[in-house]
């Protein structure tokens, strides 16, 4: 089918960024039945840029993860423009594993610039606590659904990234690093952001075709903003379906697709 | 050795290599050549050394006590027993996943400079006689950044390690995410961590020796995941970028932020171990754990 809305990767960047993007919080309460938030990682304290609950779909209970932007000045400040600190990426860890064990599947939605770059992120740890959510998820006794919602950078994007099936929307970019954080590393120039946006590979027909993700989740013409209700069936549809198909699948054989997932990953020759 | 010996060393030399040029009719420049790498700044303390001090010192300064970087050969041939190395998937080559421009020729020029083919050798050996997996990231060669090679050469090595039950040694050192490859190098990270993953599951030891500069992606992947880590005094451990934290909040960080004393103070090593004693600590903790690769 002939597509109006096809834009450029630079454009999906604006679009994805501009004030009006609905958010995991406008989601919520039209893809699920009832919802219930969790707080804190028990170590530290509670971190407003991932939250994260209890609730169902269709009658199914799920653990919900989610990176949270902020839809105005005061959201922002509170959940810290969607870049987590270590103890973000804790409290997600604390649920997936509590949805291992109450054998619910786990729904992650991923939108951030990237993990927040501080002193006290260093100091508790924010590399290790990437580290340890790609390990602990990958062997997770349970399905993981990921939909990256708006922007998926960098390791604290993939910190929630590592699932069964990873759907994008379609506007959405997934990326190494940010477009700008790009730019300034290998150009010295963060200016060059509209460059580096036309040759990172960061669309969702991009992530497709380098086997990053299943499903390109539609969004009404001009972009999700337009119609969140559209937007949200799209995704509660996607969601069902995908889980009803994994929560069919032995979890041994669901975690070595899992693993085989991303263990292809790569290209390279052998001389 | 006193500052002022240190002068006269460089200075005899100096003069030693202008007496060769005297010799060479062709020379007409009179000025005096210094040649390269003869001197060694410490990027920590800033102190000059000889270079061949340097060396006598195992790489590491006398002043700071930092332990500057190392080749993957230099390391190898420091840590494993003579002539136990075997190298594995020597050949691989990376391609260019997003099409980056002047990826290829840059990676061309590296290979004839350093002699490597990509940023991290791994292998099999034996450590005072004890069997294990090793991999070797050498920081020379695009700052180690992990792309599609690095990714899969530290996946096939915990592969490896899991099936023959051998425990797994881990030099690491990286700027992070290879950016050249785009998204697919960030997909590494959760490749190498899945085979981490696993390997630990079937009761496995994995060593993380974290060494300089350990940063980005491979510090939020396999750097973080051993079950033991050390570090070398003095080096760069952290996440994100100093100029990137200093430019979030508009003022400069102390030295020894994100040093390996840094991650021993916050609890993110376990102990920090001088070149000096590495071998052996690795070799005793190796015997410790021999039950568990039975």
Known sequence: MEKLNKFTPYERLEIVRQKGRPTVRDYIPLIFDEFIEMHGDRLFGDDGAIMGGIGSISGIPVTIIAEVKGRNINENKECNFAMPNPEGYRKALRLAKQAEKFHRPVICFIDTPGAFAGVDAEKRGQGEAIARNLMEFMRLRTPIISIVLGEGGSGGALALGVCDELAVLENSIYSVISPRGFASILWKDAGKEKEACSIMKVTAEDMIELGVAEKVIEEPIGGAHNDVGQTAENIAEFLYKTLTKKMKIDIDVLLNERYTKFRKIGEFEEG | ?294
């Open chain 2, 1 to 294: 050795m006193g500052l002022e010996d240190l002068f006269n060393v460089v200075k005899t030399r100096f003069n030693a290599t202008a007496e060769d040029n005297k010799d060479d009719k062709d020379s007409g420049d009179s000025a005096v050549k210094v040649p390269d790498n003869m001197l060694f700044k410490c990027p920590r303390c800033l102190n000059v050394i000889m270079t061949d001090e340097l060396e006598k010192n195992l790489k590491v300064c006398p002043k700071c006590n930092y332990h500057s970087r190392l080749t993957a050969q230099e390391r190898i041939q420091l840590i494993a027993d003579k002539n136990s190395f075997s190298e594995f998937d020597a050949d691989m080559l990376s391609k260019n996943p997003i099409d980056f421009p002047d990826y290829e020729e840059k990676q061309q020029a590296l290979r004839s400079s350093t002699g490597l083919k990509d940023a991290v050798v791994t292998g099999e050996c034996t450590i005072r006689g004890e069997r294990c997996v090793l991999g070797v990231m050498d920081a020379r060669y695009m700052m180690a950044s992990m792309g599609s090679v690095v990714g899969e050469k530290i996946t096939r090595a915990f592969e490896f390690a899991t099936e023959n039950r051998l425990p797994v040694i881990m030099f690491t050192a990286s700027g992070g995410a290879r950016m050249q490859e785009g998204i697919v190098s960030l997909m590494q990270m959760a490749k190498t961590s899945g085979a981490v993953a696993r390997h630990s599951d079937a009761g496995l030891l994995y060593i993380t020796v974290l060494t300089d500069p350990t940063t980005g992606g491979v510090t939020a992947s396999f750097a973080s995941l051993g079950d033991i880590i050390i570090a070398e005094p003095k080096v760069l451990v952290g996440f994100a970028g100093r100029r990137v934290i200093e430019g979030t909040i508009k003022q400069r960080l102390p030295d020894d932020f994100q040093s390996a004393e840094f991650a021993l103070e916050h609890g993110f090593a376990d102990m920090i171990v001088e070149r000096k004693s590495m071998r052996r600590t690795i070799a005793h903790i190796l015997k410790l754990h021999k039950g568990a690769h039975a």
